[in-house]
């Protein structure tokens, strides 16, 4: 299980423990790892863009290959938002993976994501549609500082500018809050993971909520159907009514009532168990 962004550990703050659940009771084991220097992990989260995490997991996987009892053929990967590029790219990578389930996994860049979680949290707050459309602009002049060689006090004038004019971007908008932040979004930014899915031979559970404000789902779906275009029997897509980013409806939230059987069943129906 490959936890989202930040410096995330094995239970994805308190996320993993109930997904974790729902596949062990219905026979399916998980393994899960905390990130570069976060829970027991040395190192740091910032250090890890697309291809660090790749190796990370990588490396979960050799583990697990080495370890009794394990069955080779049947170990798949789940990756949660930002965890969901990384899945793609160590399954691309790697045809010896049974399986992946992207959850709330983007189909589009990072910075693309990011620019339509700014518009559908700002329309959710039921912001008008001028002051949106003049944040997306200035959104888009700030990814533009990020992709040039603009420093963290370049970065933090243009949002203080925005503060003044009431623009919004700093309350609704991702933006690096320090210089290593800085380096890590750049090393996100564009990451592209069409390639990844054009190339990947195994079966693949694509997740997504029906009142997702983070990722474009409809977007992200049109890629992941174009990608699998060829081999559309590899390819599943559910979306879940109601259930947000992290696939959850209702007052306190809770995992959608259909999200624990759609996941282990396709599972157990994949690996034939």
């Not at 949660?80 to 049974?98: E, F, M, N, R, Y």
């Not at 750049?186 to 592209?192: M, N, S």
């Not at 190339?199 to 009142?211: E, M, N």
Request: net charge negative; hydrophobic share 45%.
């Amino acid at each position: 299980m490959v936890p989202g962004s930040g410096p995330s550990d094995r239970d994805n703050d308190v996320y993993f423990p109930m997904i974790r659940a729902g596949l062990l009771a219905r026979g399916i084991a998980a393994a899960s790892f905390d990130k570069r220097g976060v829970g027991e992990s040395s190192g740091d989260w910032h250090d890890t863009g697309p291809d660090e995490q790749a190796t990370d997991v990588a490396a979960q996987l050799a583990c697990l290959r080495d370890t009794h009892g394990i069955d080779e053929a049947q170990l798949g990967l789940f990756g949660h938002s930002q965890g969901g590029w990384v899945a793609l790219d160590v399954a691309a990578a790697d045809p010896s993976v049974a399986f992946v389930v992207a959850n709330s996994g983007p189909g589009v860049s990072p910075l693309r994501q990011e620019r339509f979680a700014l518009g559908a949290q700002m329309a959710a707050k039921d912001i008008s549609a001028d002051r949106i459309e003049e944040a997306m602009r200035r959104f888009d002049e700030l990814t533009e500082l990020i992709r040039s060689d603009a420093t963290q006090a370049d970065i933090e004038a243009f949002l203080a500018a925005d503060d003044e004019a009431g623009t919004d971007l700093r309350q609704f908008a991702f933006w690096p809050a320090d210089p290593r932040e800085l380096d890590l979004i750049r090393r996100w930014a564009d990451h592209d993971p069409r390639p990844a899915l054009e190339r990947i031979t195994c079966p693949l559970l694509a997740l997504f909520g029906g009142a997702e404000r983070v990722v474009p789902v409809t977007e992200s779906e049109a890629v992941y159907r174009e990608a699998f275009a060829r081999r559309p029997e590899l390819l599943r897509i559910e979306i879940l009514p109601g259930a947000d980013h992290r696939l959850m409806v209702g007052t306190p939230p809770a995992l959608h009532p259909a999200y624990a059987s759609i996941l282990a069943d396709w599972i157990r129906g994949v690996m034939a168990v």
